[in-house]
């Protein structure tokens, strides 16, 4: 009922732990509280909280326009509904590295698992879209230096992500890597990476957990969790893809409302309100506290 029962702390810690053993973890992306308890039933071993979804949910693209106070509210809707540990994309770091670093301890104060600091310029864009810049070795070194410093709880990860690879070539995103591991990066997202192969060259090169993003319509190609985990990547997400499935489907039946005045044709596609009811535990509510909780859910 409510929120979590297992502290902020007590997520990370768990999810460090699950890092280090090596095993594949499997984050997708949540675009509401609601889709992250569902991420949770379904067994999934994270969530994802990706900025071009926060963005895209306030109508805006994913060019740098939200701020860190919309981003740190939304992480903290989903991290608190959830036992599963969260990670979010936290852009550039909303600024300098003195920015970076404030970043991370509101991250923190939200409840988030993690989060990655990217090394684009400001304004960024999509990591799979063409036109990419980044910032200098020695920027992107400094905000994961300030990120590092400004940590309070030791078991908050990290992570640097490089978009060198469209910019620079797979050596030079590599090079970069280790650069960003050696100012103190828990792990490694390399962005739009091509093949399987490179993933491999990518994980044979860096001794810390590493992170591919299957977000479609991209750079990458959709390869599978068995083939991912069998070149030895550590976490994979999926950003945007229950966005897309959940407005495809709303799309949809704006189209048939339009079309039939009704949507009795598509019931049967919709999320039945018992299913929803027992998702949001409706049920412990009632049992909280009747004489302030009086209501009683229909069959």
């Given at each position: 009922?409510?929120?979590?029962?297992?502290?902020?702390?007590?997520?990370?810690?768990?999810?460090?732990?699950?890092?280090?053993?090596?095993?594949?973890?499997?984050?997708?992306?949540?675009?509401?509280?609601?889709?992250?308890?569902?991420?949770?039933?379904?067994?999934?071993?994270?969530?994802?909280?990706?900025?071009?979804?926060?963005?895209?949910?306030?109508?805006?693209?994913?060019?740098?326009?939200?701020?860190?106070?919309?981003?740190?509210?939304?992480?903290?809707?989903?991290?608190?509904?959830?036992?599963?540990?969260?990670?979010?994309?936290?852009?550039?770091?909303?600024?300098?590295?003195?920015?970076?670093?404030?970043?991370?301890?509101?991250?923190?104060?939200?409840?988030?698992?993690?989060?990655?600091?990217?090394?684009?310029?400001?304004?960024?864009?999509?990591?799979?879209?063409?036109?990419?810049?980044?910032?200098?070795?020695?920027?992107?070194?400094?905000?994961?230096?300030?990120?590092v410093e400004a940590r309070r709880d030791p078991n908050f990860l990290i992570m640097a992500r490089t978009d060198a690879r469209a910019t620079d070539g797979l050596d030079a995103a590599i090079n970069r890597a280790r650069r960003l591991v050696d100012a103190g990066a828990d792990a490694i997202f390399p962005e739009a990476l091509r093949d399987l192969g490179e993933f491999e060259w990518v994980r044979r090169a860096l001794d810390v957990p590493i992170l591919a993003n299957m977000t479609e319509f991209g750079q990458s190609d959709l390869f599978t969790v068995d083939q991912l985990r069998d070149v030895g990547v550590n976490l994979v997400i999926w950003p945007v893809s229950l966005l897309r499935l959940a407005m495809g489907a709303a799309d949809r039946a704006l189209t048939l409302l339009d079309a039939e005045g009704s949507l009795t044709d598509a019931v049967g596609e919709m999320q039945h309100r018992r299913d929803l009811y027992d998702l949001i535990d409706y049920a412990s509510y009632t049992r909280f506290d009747t004489d302030i909780f009086d209501f009683t859910v229909p069959d």
């Amino acid at each position: 009922m409510l929120y979590s029962g297992i502290t902020p702390a007590d997520k990370r810690r768990a999810f460090r732990e699950r890092l280090a053993s090596g095993e594949l973890l499997r984050m997708p992306g949540a675009f509401n509280p609601l889709s992250a308890r569902l991420i949770e039933r379904r067994g999934f071993d994270g969530v994802y909280i990706s900025g071009a979804v926060i963005s895209a949910d306030l109508g805006l693209p994913d060019v740098g326009l939200t701020t860190l106070t919309e981003v740190a509210a939304r992480a903290r809707q989903i991290a608190r509904v959830t036992d599963l540990p969260a990670l979010v994309d936290a852009d550039t770091g909303f600024g300098e590295p003195m920015n970076a670093a404030r970043t991370v301890q509101e991250l923190e104060d939200a409840g988030v698992a993690g989060l990655h600091l990217e090394d684009q310029v400001n304004p960024k864009r999509c990591g799979h879209l063409d036109g990419k810049q980044v910032v200098a070795t020695e920027v992107a070194v400094r905000r994961v230096r300030a990120a590092v410093e400004a940590r309070r709880d030791p078991n908050f990860l990290i992570m640097a992500r490089t978009d060198a690879r469209a910019t620079d070539g797979l050596d030079a995103a590599i090079n970069r890597a280790r650069r960003l591991v050696d100012a103190g990066a828990d792990a490694i997202f390399p962005e739009a990476l091509r093949d399987l192969g490179e993933f491999e060259w990518v994980r044979r090169a860096l001794d810390v957990p590493i992170l591919a993003n299957m977000t479609e319509f991209g750079q990458s190609d959709l390869f599978t969790v068995d083939q991912l985990r069998d070149v030895g990547v550590n976490l994979v997400i999926w950003p945007v893809s229950l966005l897309r499935l959940a407005m495809g489907a709303a799309d949809r039946a704006l189209t048939l409302l339009d079309a039939e005045g009704s949507l009795t044709d598509a019931v049967g596609e919709m999320q039945h309100r018992r299913d929803l009811y027992d998702l949001i535990d409706y049920a412990s509510y009632t049992r909280f506290d009747t004489d302030i909780f009086d209501f009683t859910v229909p069959d």
